[in-house]
């Protein structure tokens, strides 16, 4: 079938919005008419290639929309389900068959490689082969996804605003609830007020954590996380991180988030520690990208991990954010701003900028 997508063309090109060809599911497959998208910082890497996805290639990868066809072998999902879209994973490995599907051993192979599991692709332009991102290109009014990245959700809430629960909140939520798991009282500071770093203040407050910092270098975004739970805000450009961090605790914090892939920062959240305090890193960078620690804080029983996808079984974990958000307790729709298909390189522009959090394309 024909419909619309923003294609990547070349590197660090902006996205130019043609008409493609999507072929019918596979076995194992479902076609999925889109009604959003968000746009992701993964995605902003994959268009400048520091993420080498093959190009050309319809990024995007936190899709949501209604199943229209489903192929052979799918009966978790019918035609007709409102549904989010998440990550590939192959099901078959032993991360997957242990319930960690976030840690796939084929994971960049699948999400990154722009193929689907079979090694051939579902997205064409004339006789050019499109690579697919996540397994679902999601910059498109329509997209074949395997039936494992599929999340049958409530049809009571709008679904234009589900797509980022695919990776973003989901990722940032799920570094507070899945990974760390703080006791009620405990203290964490998250470094970058994006859409991850937003959504890890909102988990903690949902976790009654006592302290909750949020560091980053733009009012508007500092002003919104104290909005959603912060009890604490620091302006990096104002002041000496680390020095504000300990006088605000006495000893450094029980937990720290990294959320926007600047090494400096995981120094700095690693160094902000208490002792026996974890630090997750969330936020990615340009492949090589390295960062330096003092041998000597770390050895102190402070930790440091790294951090796939929340940590969770997207089919579980989305409707439990769902229901969240419909208790009032995880507003996550304060972080959104729609734009148009033909106006994704200025919703590329407005997150650069920091003028959006969370730039959701509306296809429907």
């Given at each position: 079938m024909l419909t619309k997508a923003a294609v990547t063309y070349g590197k660090a090109e902006p996205f130019r919005v043609t008409e493609i060809?999507?072929?019918?599911?596979?076995p194992g497959e479902v076609l999925v008419r889109l009604v959003g998208s968000g746009i992701c910082h993964t995605d902003l890497l994959a268009q400048?290639?520091?993420y080498p996805v093959p190009l050309?290639?319809?990024?995007?990868?936190?899709?949501s929309g209604v199943v229209e066809k489903i192929g052979l072998g799918v009966t978790s999902i019918q035609p007709g389900d409102h549904v989010v879209l998440s990550y590939s994973s192959c099901g078959a490995c032993a991360n997957c068959l242990s319930g960690k599907a976030y840690a796939c051993e084929q994971f960049y192979a699948l999400n990154f490689e722009g193929k689907m599991a079979d090694g051939t692709c579902r997205l064409h332009e004339g006789h050019q082969h499109l690579s697919n991102f996540f397994g679902q290109a999601s910059f498109a009014h329509h997209a074949v996804v395997s039936a494992?990245?599929?999340?049958?959700?409530p049809k009571d809430v709008?679904?234009?605003?589900?797509g980022p629960l695919g990776c973003g909140i989901q990722t940032g939520s799920g570094a507070v609830l899945n990974k760390l798991k703080p006791a009620p009282g405990s203290s964490i500071v998250i470094f970058g007020t994006g859409t991850v770093g937003l959504s890890a203040i909102m988990a903690a407050n949902v976790a009654h954590c006592g302290v909750i910092l949020a560091v980053d270098v733009q009012e508007n975004r500092l002003e919104l996380a104290r909005e959603l739970g912060a009890t604490h805000t620091i302006n990096a450009k104002e002041q000496n991180v680390v020095e504000t961090i300990m006088g605000i605790t006495g000893k450094g914090v029980h937990y720290a988030i990294e959320t926007s892939g600047r090494p400096e920062n995981t120094r700095k959240a690693v160094d902000s520690l208490a002792v026996l305090g974890t630090a997750v890193q969330i936020g990615g960078s340009a492949l090589g990208t390295e960062v330096t620690l003092d041998m000597n804080t770390i050895l102190f029983e402070r930790n440091l991990n790294g951090f796939l996808m929340g940590e969770s079984v997207p089919q579980l974990y989305i409707p439990m954010l769902i229901a969240l958000y419909k208790q009032g307790k995880f507003p996550f729709d304060k972080l959104i701003?729609?734009?148009s298909l033909e106006e994704i390189n200025q919703?590329?522009?407005d997150s650069k900028n920091g003028t959006t959090i969370k730039p959701v394309i509306k296809l429907g």
């Open positions: 060809t999507v072929d019918d599911p596979n400048d290639q520091s050309p290639a319809v990024l995007g990868h936190e899709g494992r990245n599929v999340v049958k959700v709008p679904l234009e605003m589900l701003k729609y734009y919703a590329v522009q």
